[in-house]
């Protein structure tokens, strides 16, 4: 069965550098959920998209951005990279509405230097 | 967003059943209650949730009390495969809070 698919897998990026991450949900899946997991941490939830639109939003800090396009990819764009953004960054979709089982990508592990 | 509060962690012994209680006294009545799960090295897995009645799937059963403020997931024979850290996230939106879950160790 087909899956989230993350890329990159690995990214290496010097600090006040730009960083775009990409989501490619399960087809047919409308909803797209970024979360943020650093070095022994929880996941973290960022922002989530349902049918292209914004839908809710967590501690993701103002150089980031996002959005969901027409074919229901995404994309995590980070600008002005400092240190502490270093962590697994994780993609997941779900279908129909909130509420829907929650289907994780193998993540993209960015490093910060 | 609803508090959710569970052990640090818990040890079961292999092939016996593992309850992983967690409290959500401030779940709104629209929430629904899931239960992830992160093995070591990979991303966060779908357990199983519900709203209000008791649930159960082939990985597991979800109790949840009838007042809604804690729930409960049952892991009915513990296997090594299960050692990870498992999650209650009360939602009822497109908005998921990890809180710091349960560490599960399974002992052979």
């Known amino acids: 069965a087909a899956g989230v698919i993350q890329s990159p897998r690995h990214l290496i990026k010097e600090k006040r550098e730009t960083a775009t991450l990409k989501c490619y949900p399960i087809?047919?899946?409308?909803?797209v959920y970024w979360y943020q997991q650093g070095p022994g941490q929880d996941p973290q939830f960022l922002i989530s998209?349902?049918?292209?639109?914004?839908?809710d939003k967590g501690s993701i800090p103002d150089r980031f951005s996002a959005q969901q396009f027409s074919d229901y990819h995404s994309e995590l764009n980070m600008s002005s990279l400092e240190l502490g953004d270093s962590a697994l960054y994780f993609c997941?979709?779900?279908?129909?509405?909130?509420?829907?089982?929650?289907?994780f990508g193998p993540g993209t592990r960015l490093t910060v230097l | 967003d609803a508090k959710t509060t569970q052990p640090n962690s818990m040890e079961s012994n292999e092939e016996e059943p593992v309850h992983l209680p967690c409290n959500h006294s401030?779940?709104?009545?629209?929430?629904?209650i899931h239960w992830y799960r992160q093995l070591p090295s990979q991303g966060p897995e779908y357990v199983i949730h519900?709203?209000?009645s008791n649930v159960n799937n082939r990985m597991a059963s979800l109790a949840i009390a009838e007042d809604r403020k804690s729930s409960t997931l049952i892991l009915h024979r513990a296997t090594l495969r299960d050692a990870a850290v498992y999650y209650c996230?009360?939602?009822?939106?497109?908005?998921?809070?990890f809180g710091t879950g349960t560490r599960l160790k399974v002992l052979a």
């Open positions: 997941a979709s779900s279908l129909g509405g909130p509420g829907g089982r929650q289907f």
């Open positions: 087809p047919r899946h409308d909803t």
């Open positions: 998209f349902y049918e292209k639109m914004q839908s």
């Open positions: 401030t779940i709104s009545g629209t929430d629904y």
């Open positions: 519900g709203l209000t």
């Open positions: 996230i009360p939602s009822g939106t497109y908005k998921y809070i």
